[in-house]
Nanobody, 126 residues
Framework: QVQLVESGGGLVQAGGSLRLSCAAS????????MGWFRQAPGKEREFVAA????????SYAGSVKGRFTISRDYAKNTVYLQMNSLKPEDTAVYYC???????????????????WGQGTQVTVSS
């Protein structure tokens, strides 16, 4: 089964950028749909972005569309989340998730994902 390790989180000022990485091991990401979710203190986990196993389709939450970009590097077996124009409300723990799938669609529902990373903290100061 695949293991996921996120990195790249940190403290950034509003308007700044961060790139999160999700390195996969124990499986090749070409057979997995991948997603990013986040959870702020006192709030439920929410969908951020997803990418299909082929990389041909992406999907974003309305709150991040136009600011965040999800991508995947098959050679590095890694998925990225480029976050630009960060806002204080983007502060959360960000989680990478994977689901083994034969399909080529993006998956937005967290309960469809089988594998999760440990999370990386993103803090945006105003």
């Amino acid at each position: 089964q695949v293991q996921l390790v996120e990195s790249g989180g940190g403290l950034v000022q509003a308007g700044g950028s961060l790139r999160l990485s999700c390195a996969a091991s124990g499986g090749t990401i070409s057979t997995y749909g991948m997603g990013w979710f986040r959870q702020a203190p006192g709030k439920e986990r929410e969908f951020v972005a997803a990418i299909s196993r082929s990389g041909g389709s992406t999907s974003y939450a309305g709150s991040v569309k136009g600011r965040f970009t999800i991508s995947r590097d098959y050679a590095k077996n890694t998925v990225y989340l480029q976050m630009n124009s960060l806002k204080p409300e983007d502060t959360a723990v960000y989680y990478c998730a994977a689901v083994r799938t034969l399909g080529y669609n993006t998956i937005r529902q967290s309960d469809e994902y089988n594998y999760w990373g440990q999370g990386t903290q993103v803090t945006v100061s105003s």
